[in-house]
């Protein structure tokens, strides 16, 4: 059974930064595509930023420029810094695996078949 662990939320000022990481358990398919996904209070969990099994990397128009996706060197693990942040990014963040095909369904939530548990980034005014 995958498993994925989330960290790194927190609260932090408009303007400021942070850096989510997700354990990735050993067991994990090498053919998986990983992605950040953020649930903001009363909305639908959306898609954040994503990277293929081969590297490529894809943000959500929203955060493109701000937001940086990246995997561990030999290693699964999977990291998103988060720069400039304004407190639209408030939310739940997920990260999640699965077997996305096309790269243009890598921000598509059914496309993924693991999720972690959530942290929690809280950005105020």
């Known amino acids: 059974q995958v498993r994925l662990v989330e960290s790194g939320g927190g609260s932090v000022q408009a303007g400021g930064s942070l850096r989510l990481s997700c354990e990735v358990s050993?067991?994990?398919?090498?053919?998986?595509?990983m992605a950040w996904f953020r649930e903001s209070p009363g909305q639908e969990r959306l898609g954040v930023a994503a990277?293929?099994?081969?590297?490529?990397?894809t943000y959500s128009s929203s955060v493109k420029g701000r937001v940086t996706i990246s995997q561990g060197n030999g290693n699964p693990t999977l990291f998103q810094v988060m720069d400039v942040l304004t407190p639209e990014a408030t939310g739940v963040y997920y990260c999640?695996?699965?077997?996305?095909?096309?790269?243009?369904?890598?921000?598509?939530?059914?496309?993924?078949?693991?999720w972690g548990q959530g942290t929690q980034v809280t950005v105020s005014s």
């Open positions: 050993a067991d994990v398919d090498e053919s998986y595509s």
């Open positions: 999640a695996a699965g077997f996305a095909s096309a790269f243009g369904s890598l921000l598509v939530q059914s496309k993924y078949k693991y």
């Open positions: 990277i293929s099994r081969d590297g490529r990397t």
